[in-house]
């Protein structure tokens, strides 16, 4: 069993900050990296920011200087500080991990919303 559970979404004002976080639990030892992605309405889900074992992270470029993602690996835990909000940042935000077996899969939390009022 493999669970991702989101906290810390809502209701910003455009500016402001918020900050996710995600707990991992179950066969965390199998995750190589763990991510936020978001979905706004009519729109395909898309990469946010990723963060591997090693610390490496990479983020959309629509969030770049905005945002930060960071992980407690003792707590299984991967968050991400959101500053400067804007409007478009308005989606629901799910939580992934990459679980590495024989081949790479993925889990996904349940999302959490974020909407940001100009």
């Known amino acids: 069993q493999f669970e991702l559970v989101e906290s810390g979404g809502g209701l910003v004002q455009a500016g402001g900050s918020l900050r996710l976080s995600c707990v991992a639990s179950?066969?965390?030892?199998?995750?190589?990296?763990m991510g936020w992605y978001r979905q706004a309405p009519g729109k395909e889900r898309e990469l946010v920011a990723t963060i591997t074992n090693g610390d490496g992270t990479s983020y959309a470029d629509s969030v770049k200087g905005r945002f930060t993602i960071s992980r407690d690996n003792a707590k299984d835990t991967v968050y991400l500080q959101m500053s400067s909000l804007k409007p478009e940042d308005t989606a629901v935000y799910y939580c992934n991990a990459e679980c590495q077996r024989l081949t790479v899969i993925d889990f996904w939390g349940q999302g959490t919303q974020v909407t940001v009022s100009s």
């Open positions: 179950g066969d965390t030892i199998c995750i190589s990296a």
